[in-house]
């Protein structure tokens, strides 16, 4: 019997500012969190395929726009019909996004048996490196949450 597999997916570009957040949380986690594995970073959801494969858990982490005040990290599971990523608000700035990239992996047999996307309300997703300063604050926290996930710890919306 192999041990759980768990995989972190920073989605975005640290070209676009802000967009770049998932991918710095995931760096950090890998860091910090044995036993996980990083698979970024991710540029569009699509490339999570073949990345995510046979994982008991994986954890997407990516920028999102929803209105809510810039550095707020939210924790969403995601049902297997990816409903719950569905009602989240905000928008992500990628193509087929992650509900669909998910659906796709489900219908084909190889979806990760639990996926939890952790957001972080992003401010300035203009061409440029670095976070802006409310997102560079809050990556230790969705670095946090995503190792709490890990562990077992958090619950989620």
Known sequence: MS???TVIAGVGSEYRRDDGAGVAVAAEVAARQA????????GEPLDLLGRWDGADLAVVVDAVRSGAPPGTVSVVEVGPDGAAAEATPGTSTHGIGLVGTYRLARATGSAPRRLVLVCVEG??????CGLSPAVATAVPEAA???IEL????VPCA
Not at 35 to 42: E, K, L, M, R, S
Not at 123 to 128: E, I
Not at 150 to 153: A, L, N, Y
């Open 3 to 5: 041990p759980a597999r």
């Open 35 to 42: 036993g996980t594995v990083d698979v970024g970073p991710v």
């Open 123 to 128: 401010a300035d997703f203009g061409d440029g």
């Open 144 to 146: 946090r949450a995503v």
């Open 150 to 153: 890990v562990r077992g710890g």
